[in-house]
């Protein structure tokens, strides 16, 4: 079993390097490289068409998607906050992308993607990167659902190869139920065609990349016969990368572009920091730990790249990293071959590539965004808190209708009114017990059992929402030093959990694990029983415990002779 490198997330920026030069040196063990080439295939085959889609949904021209992926993805993969974050073009980007191409031309594109990258650079090192941990859990859900929409609503036309008249009001339903549209039925057949393998080859093997194969089939049905005739492709692609060139500013409108700068600043910024945390909130990246500032710094630098090479904005990409995560990425080494190998592509497949008809990457983009709205994690968090449950789909279906930003604070907003209405933030309650359950007396003095003598076991009741809101409580309540031997933590009471009261608890299971304590939760159920279970270290007896009862911990802790379990801290890998 391959060991997963684990680093602690740095104090301050003094740290930073030393912490990267370690993750660098991560990247070429024998023991991860196998595994993070396999990932980057993977994730090369989706990034591809996605960057090539992309593109072109911003008005753009497709080679810019190719380059843009492949120097900005090296440039954040190195320099990033998180060792697993793939950067690149990105969905949420593509319609304030899309009006200044529109506004300012190409080269209005890349004076603003220069821009925002230098306003990343300062916002990262005045440290404003900390700022999303404290957006609330369901906005970050209503976020990459609202994506999901926006790539529905812009790339059904596509799929369908629909046209219409004069008139170019979007809808968010088929193209075909209104008046004046036209479908193109080879854009249907090569369409469904991918849709087909993306939805059923993952059923009869993960490993196979169902996104590269649905394009080389559709590729090569739209040459057979009656399918190739006015199917939009791809097109000529460079032979190579351009020069680096400081973009021009000649002709350009700086007071009409600077607002449209800072929406894409803010939009690029707040982006990445949400999926950054989305990232750490997956399954099997239970150790990763983003460093925010870090992550806007990285995302300056790429975006700076991207001018230099005529290349578009880009952001930090929910998607691929989680297509990386699941296709075993454990280093920085996952993200960086994932580019190269698309670098490769441009160069050496660029004859190949130009033949992709455009119905076939929209066809990909409307899956992913399919997949992006999630009817399953919402389903499950209406069943945990409906009131929660309605923020994300309001925020989702704002986002869409509204436009990013303010579809995002509109959702920040009614987060909080909700909270001024819903019960309390959850409240601690603090207990000192005997091994037995019998409740400890502290004397005064300090001799016996005083005040200098580790208490066998703390009890915290928990009682209402475990959210960002509540999450200090908890910290708080752990009685230390002297630390207790066991800390139960008993969440029969907690509805809900979201990220930051996971974190918290796994910070002290920390704590205590390098003091020779031990936590133990007892009473969870539902979706905080889940999320401690897919966190990967509450699972049945040990260490660190995840019980149904008290009856249940009294019986552990009395086998064990109410003395903690040994607990063997693994080194990072180097």
Known sequence: MVETPTLKT???????????????????????LPGDAGAALTVACVALPLNLALAVASGLPPEVGLVTGALAGVVAALLGGGRLQVTGPEAALVPTVLLIATRHGAAGVVAATLMCGALQLVLGFARAGRLAQWMPAEVTRGFTAGIGLLLLDSQLPRLLGASRGASSARSMVLPELWPGWSVHGASVVVGALVVACMLAIPK??????????????????????????????????????????????????????????????????LGSLLASRALDQLPGTTDHRTDGDQELVAQGFANTASALFGGMPVMGAIVRSSVSVQAGARTRAASV???????????????????IPMAALAAILVVVGTRLLDFRGLHALWMDNAGKAM?????????????????????????????????????????????????????????????????????????????????????????????????????????????????????????????????????ARGGVEAMLQEAGTWTGTGPHALMSSMNDVLEDIKQQGGQAPIIQTTQPTT
Request: charged letters at 15%.
């Open 10 to 32: 740095p104090r301050g920026w003094t740290d930073r390097p030393r912490q990267l030069w370690t993750e660098w040196k991560q990247m070429v063990s024998p023991r991860t």
């Open 204 to 269: 009869l093997h993960r490993s196979i990349p169902a996104v590269l194969v649905g394009l080389v089939l559709a590729t090569a049905a739209s040459l057979a016969g009656g399918l190739s005739d006015g199917l939009a492709r791809v097109g000529a692609l460079p032979t190579g990368l351009p020069m680096p060139v400081l973009p021009s500013f000649a002709g350009l409108d700086f007071a009409a572009l600077l607002p449209d700068v800072l929406a894409l600043t803010v939009l690029a910024s």
């Open 337 to 355: 071959l994932h580019a190269v190998m698309l670098l490769a592509a441009c160069i050496l497949a660029g004859a190949l590539v130009a033949r």
């Open 391 to 523: 923020v994300a789909v309001a925020t989702a279906l704002l986002i869409a209708s509204l436009g990013f930003l303010p579809g995002l604070a509109a959702g920040v907003l009614l987060s909080l009114a909700r909270s001024f209405f819903s019960p309390p933030k959850a409240h601690v309650r603090s207990h000192l017990l005997r091994t037995d359950g019998r409740p400890l007396f502290r004397p005064l003095g300090s001799s016996g059992e005083g005040l200098d003598v580790r208490p066998p076991m703390q009890l915290l009741r928990v009682r209402g929402d475990l959210d960002v809101r509540s999450a200090a409580n908890l910290s708080a309540a752990l009685q230390g030093p002297p630390w207790p031997r066991h800390l139960v933590l008993d969440l029969s009471d907690v509805k809900y959990m979201d990220a930051a009261g996971l974190r918290t608890v796994r910070e002290l299971s920390e704590v205590l694990a390098v003091r020779g304590g031990r936590v133990i939760v007892v009473g």
